[in-house]
């Protein structure tokens, strides 16, 4: 198959055959536009459907950020080389959420440039969001293998090494955005934390595969940080100490709060790390000879 074809045939691998992980990929980045479409009805009722759209893809953009960064992490614990062939298609896709969400607040403002630049420049969670919906941008025209070419490997890793930076204004900018609920972003922020937290322990522990017990430590320590984070984010938005927000973590009839779940999340990927390593360690069972 030529290369001219299976270019935009992003289902398929370099080969020209299909792939099991790009579909399932191609599926996931689709699936936020098959909600949207099943969700129609009920955007065009609501008082204000564009503002529901900018939200949605903002959200998705999150997501998909998160889920690109996850691909190298989960690569190692999970033994499953083959997902590096997919982060450069959520890194794309994650890019084409954030160019809808900026579309979308464009057509909000009813394309009054004067409008919306007066409000990415003088609202500073617009500012923190717009430099990150650069960044992305910068990314994404330099994802090309003619544009790794042109800058070399090396100027070309340091470049997108920005897309950590470009996580944190990002959840920053999300943060901004909530009004009173700040589980969902916590959460977030949590999960954010544990894969910064493995790239800079593997690079700690000289850039190799972290053992179950490092991932396990990693996983107790970023959830006792979540816990923190949330209790000193409630008590500085409501005025209220963080010991208090704390006092009431174990109490689950309010809720589950997000450090459980960032604990859960964890947990699961301690587990198949667990798994992985012991049936890799499984000796191959030897062919039995067929009597004669």
């Known amino acids: 198959m030529s290369s001219d074809v299976s270019s935009w045939q992003i289902w398929l691998d370099r080969r020209g055959r299909i792939s099991t992980v790009?579909?399932?990929?191609?599926?996931?980045?689709?699936f936020p536009l098959a909600k949207a479409l099943i969700d129609a009805g009920a955007i065009a009722n609501g008082a204000r459907p564009i503002n529901d759209l900018i939200h949605r893809a903002g959200f998705w953009t999150l997501?998909?950020?998160?889920?690109?960064?996850?691909?190298t992490p989960l690569r190692r614990i999970g033994r499953y080389g083959a997902l590096i062939d997919v982060r450069r298609m959520l890194g794309v896709g994650t890019f084409c959420y954030a160019f809808a969400?900026?579309?979308?607040?464009?057509?909000?403002?009813?394309?009054?440039?004067?409008?919306?630049?007066t409000e990415l420049t003088s609202r500073l969670y617009l500012i923190i969001g717009g430099i990150a919906f650069l960044g992305l941008a910068a990314l994404a025209i330099t994802s090309t293998d003619g544009m790794i070419?042109?800058?070399?490997?090396q100027s070309w890793r340091r470049l997108h090494?920005?897309?950590?930076?470009?996580?944190?204004?990002?959840?920053?900018?999300?943060?901004?955005?909530t009004k009173a609920?700040?589980?969902?972003?916590?959460?977030?922020?949590?999960l954010f934390t544990w894969l910064i937290g493995y790239r800079l322990l593997a690079k700690?522990?000289?850039?190799?595969?972290?053992?179950?017990?490092?991932?396990?430590?990693?996983?107790?320590?970023?959830a006792l940080l979540t816990f923190a984070g949330e209790a000193i984010g409630i008590g500085l938005m409501f005025g209220v100490s963080p010991?208090?927000?704390?006092?009431?973590?174990?109490?689950?009839?309010?809720?589950?709060?997000?450090?459980?779940?960032?604990l859960a999340a964890a947990l699961v990927v301690v587990a198949v790390d667990f798994v992985r390593a012991r049936w890799n360690s499984r000796p191959p069972r030897l062919r039995t000879a067929p009597a004669e």
Request: aromatic share 12%; no cysteine; hydrophobic share 60%.
């Open 204 to 222: 700690w522990r000289g850039g190799g595969e972290l053992s179950t017990v490092w991932l396990l430590a990693l996983a107790v320590t970023v």
């Open 101 to 117: 969400h900026v579309a979308l607040y464009v057509a909000d403002q009813r394309y009054d440039v004067v409008k919306i630049f």
């Open 63 to 71: 997501i998909f950020l998160g889920v690109t960064l996850a691909v």
């Open 161 to 177: 090494q920005a897309i950590y930076a470009i996580a944190l204004l990002s959840l920053v900018h999300y943060f901004q955005q």
């Open 181 to 190: 609920d700040l589980s969902v972003p916590v959460f977030a922020a949590g």
């Open 149 to 153: 070419k042109r800058m070399g490997g």
């Open 22 to 30: 790009r579909v399932v990929t191609l599926a996931l980045l689709l």
């Open 243 to 262: 010991l208090r927000v704390l006092e009431n973590v174990f109490d689950f009839e309010a809720g589950i709060r997000p450090g459980w779940q960032v």
